[in-house]
Each structure stands twice: as C-alpha cells, then as structure tokens.
C-alpha cells in the first residue's frame, strides 16, 4: 500500500530530503485524498445519471442533459487530482500518448454546452456526449 501511496503522490524515492518533508506537511493526507476521490467521482456518476434522466424532460431537457452531464464527467476528471495532484494529473492528460484523448475530450466538453445552448441541436448533444466517453475511455 506505501508503494501504491508512492507511486501516485510522485515521490519514488524512499529517503525523505527537506523538500519532500515540506510537500508532506503542507499536502492532504493519504486518508483525506482517497474520500475526496470518493466523493468528487460519486457526484460525477451521480450528475451524469441526473443528467440523463433529465433528458427526458420536453423544451429544457436538452439543456439540462448537456449541462449535468458535462458538469458530471468535469467531477470525474478532478476526483483523480486528490490522487495525483494537479500538476501530475496535467503532465499526464498532456503526454504525447494521451494527447489525442485530452484535445477530443475537451473539445467534446464544451461542443456538447455549445450544441445545447446555441446551436440547439439535439443529436449533435448526444453524439458530443458519446465521444466524451469514449475519449475518456480512451
């Protein structure tokens, strides 16, 4: 488990210098990371479900759809921060492997707000929807 705790806070190494006695003083504890992941990816599933129940709702159930799931999937991608942190988490979304994925997802991200709000396009929401997962499945 000390290796897992390690390897996701970015420290590999098993002698503490002065810095990384700093970074441990001023960061969440272990304990503290792992409910906020909890609770960051619970309201994300829970805003996805919302959102797609919500869909069925006449005139406004786009907007709401577009909105909560969107909302839900941006909880989802902070809750890995309590893990990493947020400049790992960055590093990592923006490596050479990952950066497809990242620019779609993101683009998916605010194409389903804009589809929703101004465009007014129903299936352009969903397929924006559904490349959003995939490109995080991704």
Known sequence: MDKLKRVLSGRDAEEPSGLAEVIDATSLSWGTRVKGFIACFAIGCLCSVL???????????????????????????????????????????????????????????VLTLCSA?????????LLFCILQFFAMAW
């Not at 959102?51 to 809750?79: E, M, R």
Request: charged share 10%; aromatic share 14%.
């Open 117 to 125: 709000f101004w465009w007014h396009k129903a299936g352009l929401a």
């Open 51 to 109: 959102g797609s129940c919500l869909l069925w709702i006449p005139k406004k159930g786009l907007i709401l759809f577009a909105v909560f799931y969107t909302l839900g999937n941006i909880a989802s991608i902070g809750s890995t921060l309590f893990l990493m942190g947020p400049m790992k988490q960055l590093k990592r979304m923006f490596e050479p492997t990952r950066l497809i994925a990242t620019i779609v997802m993101l683009l998916c991200l």
